[in-house]
């Protein structure tokens, strides 16, 4: 059964920092990639980062400079450092993960998605 467990979400106050994390387990084949969208209220959700399991990162404008994400292979966990936080980051993240064998078969699964609220 392919679960993917997030952490780190909560209240934090503009300028300042988060750290997401999320543990995939279950899967067949080979996790890649991992990444993180979020979703706003009253908006689409959008990608925010994603990396491969060789460490090639992909990252939407809005977060470039500011959030950096990262991947533990071994423990089948990746992270997003969130820095500088602004209010309109304020959304819920969700962690998505491909179970793919790199040619024919792509599965993708979603977390159930952690809040982050930037607030003062």
């Known amino acids: 059964q392919v679960q993917l467990v997030e952490s780190g979400g909560g209240l934090v106050q503009p300028g300042g920092s988060l750290r997401l994390s999320c543990t995939a387990s279950?899967?067949?084949?080979?996790?890649?990639?991992m990444g993180w969208h979020r979703q706003a209220p009253g908006k689409q959700r959008e990608l925010v980062a994603d990396?491969?399991?060789?460490?090639?990162?992909n990252y939407a404008d809005f977060v470039k400079g500011r959030f950096t994400i990262s991947r533990d292979n071994a423990k089948n966990t990746v992270y997003l450092q969130m820095n500088s936080l602004k209010p309109e980051d304020t959304a819920v993240y969700y962690c998505?993960?491909?179970?793919?064998?790199?040619?024919?078969?792509?599965?993708?699964?979603w977390g159930k998605g952690s809040l982050v609220t930037v607030s003062s």
């Open positions: 998505k993960a491909r179970d793919s064998d790199g040619y024919y078969y792509n599965m993708d699964y």
């Open positions: 279950g899967f067949i084949f080979g996790i890649d990639p």
């Open positions: 990396i491969t399991s060789g460490g090639s990162t």
